[in-house]
């Protein structure tokens, strides 16, 4: 998949609130919560224009039986997809708009993306550094697996930080 880079664009707030309706709708008695995470949740981030969107629910075991009706609604259902006990389904084909990680309240992994997320909106310089970082790496590579490759040990540094900052808050 070619690298898609966006200035940040403020509908993809509204694109995240009407994914959720839509979700709602189908999985109405699992839904907790959502989050919208990543980097279309923080103004003047720079971004893939795929929205990332957590969706945590009261049972993941439940949520496999759902896949027909995510199929007929245009998801690609990609089960765990590394991350033992997380659902992902993806929208858009080769185009692609969401990403929609499922998660069971109270999975390790859901601070994690939180965490990184709050930072950036509490850290412009953070958020300005990324978004150079990221725009440096697009005219590098044209692939999306390259991309991410290039930018893996910059993000776990983030990671670090943001999580040291929440640690210490």
Not at 14 to 19: A, I, L, Q, V
Request: glycine letters at 6%; aromatic letters at 10%.
């Amino acid at each position: 998949m070619k690298v898609r880079l966006s200035d940040y664009n403020p509908k993809w707030k509204d694109s995240f609130k009407n994914e959720c309706l839509i979700i709602s709708d189908m999985i109405p008695d699992e839904v907790v919560r959502f989050e919208h995470f990543g980097s279309t949740s923080v103004p003047g981030m720079k971004a893939k224009p795929v929205i990332d969107m957590m969706v945590l629910v009261k049972d993941i075991n439940q949520i496999d039986s759902y896949n027909s009706k995510f199929i007929e609604e245009g998801y690609d259902v990609a089960g765990e997809w590394g991350i033992p006990g997380r659902r992902l389904l993806r929208k858009g084909g080769e185009d692609r708009t969401h990403h929609i990680h499922i998660y069971q309240e109270g999975h390790p992994e859901i601070y994690r993306y939180l965490a990184v997320r709050d930072n950036l909106l509490e850290h412009l310089e953070e958020v300005m550094a990324y978004s150079d970082l990221k725009t440096k790496l697009a005219q590098l590579y044209d692939e999306t697996p390259e991309y991410s490759n290039a930018k893996r040990d910059y993000v776990v540094a983030l990671e670090k930080r943001a999580l040291s900052y929440f640690r210490t808050k």
